[in-house]
């Protein structure tokens, strides 16, 4: 199971960055709604 896990964390610094943009990009867009 921990393995399994530990393996699932791993990830890409790149693919990391993306999610992090995708995630940002969120957060803005929500932002930008409520200001409406």
Not at 16 to 35: S, T
Request: cysteine-free; hydrophobic content about 30%.
């Amino acid at each position: 199971m921990s393995d399994i896990k530990k393996h699932q964390h791993f990830e890409k610094p790149s693919e990391r960055r993306k999610r992090k943009l995708n995630a940002a990009r969120r957060k803005m867009r929500k932002l930008q709604m409520m200001e409406r």
